[in-house]
Nanobody, 123 residues
Framework: QVQLVESGGGLVQAGGSLRLSCAAS????????MGWFRQRPGKEREFVAAIRWSGGVPYYADSVKGRFTISRDNAKNTVYLQMNSLKPEDTAVYYC????????????????WGQGTQVTVSS
């Protein structure tokens, strides 16, 4: 079992930046991947970005490519989501999660979730 704790959310003006953190503890497999997801008001939870603990190319949703960057610090068991050029439509609760699946862009493939952190972007 893996425990995940997100932090770093808040209120920011459009065009601003935030960095989210996801601290993982427990049994972490090196071939697993960490993903960031978000749930906007009235919408289903959606994939944002993912990265494997072992490295490799990160994955991004088209809506955040070029603005968001996912990274990891294996020594700290922490994954980050740097969010730049934020837009009001980025307002959502952001969650991190872990998967051992090969396909990391599918929400249903993730089985451990954090509690979420609210990001609000004002126009």
């Amino acid at each position: 079992q893996v425990q995940l704790v997100e932090s770093g959310g808040g209120l920011v003006q459009a065009g601003g930046s935030l960095r989210l953190s996801c601290a993982a503890s427990g049994r972490i497999f090196s071939n697993s991947a960490m993903g960031w997801f978000r749930q906007r008001p009235g919408k289903e939870r959606e994939f944002v970005a993912a990265i494997r603990w072992s490295g490799g190319v990160p994955y991004y949703a088209d809506s955040v490519k070029g603005r968001f960057t996912i990274s990891r610090d294996n020594a700290k068991n922490t994954v980050y989501l740097q969010m730049n050029s934020l837009k009001p439509e980025d307002t959502a609760v952001y969650y991190c999660a872990v998967t051992s699946a090969l396909v990391v862009v599918i929400t249903a493939n993730y089985d451990n979730w954090g509690q979420g952190t609210q990001v609000t972007v004002s126009s």
